[in-house]
């Protein structure tokens, strides 16, 4: 009887740690605008709903408190880097507003990203919300769950974690962040290079302007009409880029079930 009571409480432990580790880092449920207790409240839940379907048995059997330590380990490492495979849509989608500011002048000019309680730039906080909109109308939030419960099949616990095939599937999804980012920006990028050929020429051609007066304001406009002008465009790529993120979470799910 001791033994099954053991068996059970290490099970939901162990579950709940994979968990708290997933929550941490995934993304919308991983918000620090969302209370703690909401999430610890959702992990444990949801521990609760999965914890009759996943067994442990013989994961028990004459562990060492220094074992347990470990599987506990393993379990957040392993919730942690699921979220953080899908977090890296969102970096992607930030980096985009980078290269935005960076050619509208306001490279200096951040804001708290209520996510992740960071400064982010203002173009990609917009990009940013349109993005959240768009995941939550794709039912994002569901198939997170579902990627979590999946991710107990094919890496039961206390099964080692397989660092060197997570290592080299999370580097070739990082090797492309840069080139979506540079992608979903090329609209505003491509304006305001334009702009800053006809500015130069200006330049060149009529001294008298005071290039710098005229032409920050006038690429500041042209920058915030090309994001909003780009909106239709930006939502139906976002809903390319997060069909990716999950094809390319269920590719690391595949890659731990061999």
């Not at 994961?59 to 495979?85: D, K, N, R, S």
């Not at 969102?90 to 708290?112: K, P």
């Amino acid at each position: 009887m001791d033994e099954y009571l053991t068996a059970n409480i290490v099970t939901f432990g162990l579950i709940l740690s994979r968990m708290v580790g997933y929550f941490i880092m995934v993304p919308f449920f991983g918000s620090m605008q969302l209370p703690a207790v909401i999430k610890s409240g959702l992990a444990f839940f949801l521990t609760l709903v999965l914890f009759p379907v996943l067994t442990a048995e013989g994961l028990v059997a004459g562990f060492e408190p220094l074992q347990l330590f470990l599987w506990v380990i393993i379990e957040i490492l392993t919730g942690l880097v699921m979220g953080f495979t899908l977090q890296i849509t969102f970096i992607t989608i930030q980096l985009a507003g980078e290269f935005i500011d960076l050619r509208m002048g306001f490279a200096l000019a951040n804001v708290i990203d209520p996510q992740t309680g960071e400064q982010m730039p203002l173009a990609g906080q917009l990009k940013t919300i349109f993005a959240t909109l768009v995941f939550i109308t794709v039912r994002g939030h569901h198939l997170l769950i579902q990627g979590l419960y999946r991710s107990y099949e094919v890496l039961p616990l206390g099964d080692p974690f397989p660092a060197q095939a997570s290592g080299a599937l999370i580097l070739r999804i990082c090797g492309d962040l840069f080139i979506i980012g540079f992608s979903m920006a090329l609209p505003v990028i491509a304006c305001l290079f334009v702009a800053d050929v006809i500015f130069g020429f200006l330049a060149r051609t009529i001294p008298q302007i005071n290039i710098f007066v005229v032409g920050l304001p006038t690429k500041i406009l042209l920058g915030i009409f090309m994001l909003f002008l780009a909106v239709p465009v930006f939502v139906n790529y976002a809903g390319q880029i997060f069909e990716d993120m999950f094809n390319k979470f269920h590719q690391l799910l595949r890659v731990w079930g061999g």
